[in-house]
């Protein structure tokens, strides 16, 4: 049977439907990155999303060509992920979505190597007939966070938010965008075959505990 992250690591895919905090270790994604509106139709991130998916199942299923992968077992695609961040915003302003910075990615195996990924970029830029060069590897630690699962609508992610942030104030902790810290999404929904308000995904914010001041 395939190996299947959202099965092997459900603590990272399938949290409760309450914050709860993990700490999550060094992984590798195919990413691109990208500015925008992501609802816009044929736009700069629906061309992204095409990319990593030709990317990723060029991988998937490099075993049935000539290119031979080390150490290589079969797996399932992981869903789609992405990190969002808007200029001077703490968190993300969904009603201003054109401002939004993203970096859109499908997590590796760890036997994928920098080699690996630049033989699947150049494959599927040919196969696909697509450039897929934007594509790159990209290693992040994404350490102490919190998260929770959100169903329903984007659009209404706000008021979930709300509810980590009350957990983070209770339990001595604060959000901790900075950097390579964002705010993190896991579709764990296909978009195109479920209904909104049946969609699932992972939120999912770095954290800090909170500085306590010493001042009476």
């Keep these: 049977m395939a190996f299947d992250f959202k099965k ?26 990208g500015k925008g509106n992501p609802n816009e139709e ?13 990317t990723a199942y060029t991988l998937k299923m490099s075993y049935k060509s000539d290119y031979k992968i080390e150490g290589f077992f079969e797996y399932v695609v992981p869903p789609l992920e992405g990190f969002w961040w ?12 054109e401002e939004f910075h993203w970096i859109s990615v499908i997590r590796l195996p760890d036997f994928v190597t920098q080699k690996d990924f630049d033989w699947a970029v150049e494959t599927a830029s040919v196969k696909k007939k697509m450039d897929c060069s934007r594509a790159e590897f990209l290693t992040l ?11 329903g609508p984007f659009d209404e992610e706000p008021a979930t938010v709300a509810i980590m942030n009350e957990f983070l104030r209770e339990h001595g902790y604060r959000n901790d965008f900075r950097g390579d810290r964002f ?23 770095p954290i800090c505990k909170q500085e306590h001041s010493n001042e009476a």
């Design 8 to 33: 092997e690591f459900k603590e990272f895919y399938m949290p409760k439907n309450k914050p709860e905090i993990v700490t999550v270790p060094k992984a590798n994604y195919i990413a691109v990155r």
């Design 183 to 205: 705010h993190h999404e896991i579709y764990m929904s296909d978009a195109r075959k479920v209904a909104p308000e049946k969609w699932k995904t992972v939120i999912r914010h």
């Design 141 to 151: 630690d994404e350490g102490l966070c919190v998260q929770i699962m959100h169903h």
């Design 42 to 54: 044929g736009g700069e991130y629906q061309q992204a999303v095409g990319i990593l998916y030709a």
């Design 86 to 97: 808007q200029e001077g915003v703490d968190g993300c302003d969904y009603s201003i979505k």
